[in-house]
């Protein structure tokens, strides 16, 4: 009895032991998304370093190079935040939790100055007139000049509020905006992003929970380092097929949003499951020779604005005439609820092969559709004539660009079956 009341407890956990031990794609996701990898950005080399990891697997699996290197090497400006600390009311907040810093903040620390605190609703009144509003800048600027800005909680989507929030700084001299922050509290998500540009002004996301009406701002530092010519590379390996005159492009970004002090931003999701997915094809394609030779390209520096591919598209290894479709794929860790492709509505002729497969083989619970959108690296191909799809996965957990992005959170469940419906689309395209 006491046995077999312990097998009952164990076996479930083995049998899960054993599909995370032996999936090489679960494998490569823990690795990329671990500390030695820093978040896969500027920080620690943690984005150069994965690029080095991905040629060796190309490697490892026979690819070709296209010239004498797996990699296309370009340098690019990026505003990199190495450290981030905020203290309000006595309470030390966590970076990545309780809150973030505009990417494109200047290094700063603490000076004390009174608050100024902005007033949402008087902004919204003032929009009834122009001359209401022109006003309310007035007032507002001369009001805030060599204070600290507390912005109370609202909801960000007010567009003209986000607007005027943007071009603010530059009311100001560069110089009016030193030594003072603007504190945001905002009841949105916090997410993460990148910057390549420095602006003049240091702003904090702050949790609204935060918020009180008397509030101490007791401490804050921001270290930065604007790098006009970071190296950074896109990998890029090839298999070749029956017919060369036409190539099928298999892309995926594989860096992230890095580290910031000690918080790792780990990207399991976004994308070392794409990165996974792709090097799962090279393995697979390496042993059963394509139908079209495959071109497989890992992207650099897609968070800092799709920064790598748009190098690729205007430094082509590859004449861009010859492509006959490209699958690009990015956060491919769920499947839940199916997925979603960008460009299915434009290119319906694949949107239905690929459909019909699925629902032959029934893998997927559904292929939802969409329209062009330019939010990922398939995007600087589709706009010089390149037919395309970028493909997403619904459901999971929905972390995105956080420090809850993590391994752990991910379990796979449609990786197989994804894996078998592209192999069987890029087989049948
Ligand atoms: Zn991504």
Known sequence: MKYRFLLF?????????????????????????SEAFAGRGFVEYGMNKTADFIAEEFEKFGL???????????????????????????KELKYGEDFLVDPASKAQSFHSRPIYYFNPNDFANSLNKESDFIDFIRTDMLQQKEKHVVFPPHSFEVDSLNQYYKHWPHFYRPEENKNRAVIYFSSDKLIASLSQKQDSITRFFVNENFYTDSLSIDNYVVENKFVNDFKVKNVIGMIEGENTDSLILITAHFDHLGKVGNTIFPGASDNASGTAFLLELAKYFSQHKPKYSLVLIGFAAEEAG???????VENSLVDLAKIKFLLNFDIMGAGEEGIQIVNSSVFTKEYELLNQ????????????????????????????????FFTYTLGGPGHYHDVYDTAESLNLAEFEDLKKLFIEFIDKI
């Open 9 to 33: 407890f164990l076996l479930p956990f083995f049998v899960f032991a054993q599909k995370k031990d032996d999936d090489y794609a679960y494998s490569v996701i823990e690795k990329l998304s």
């Open 64 to 90: 070709k190079k296209i010239g004498d290197s797996y990699f296309q090497e370009f340098s690019m400006p990026i505003n990199i935040i190495e450290n981030a600390q905020l203290k309000l009311n006595g």
């Open 306 to 312: 799709l920064v790598g591919s748009k190098y690729f």
């Open 357 to 388: 497969i699925n629902s032959n083989k029934n893998y997927l619970k559904q292929i939802k559709k969409r329209g062009e959108a330019c939010n990922s690296d398939h995007c600087p191909f589709y706009e010089k004539g390149v037919p395309s």
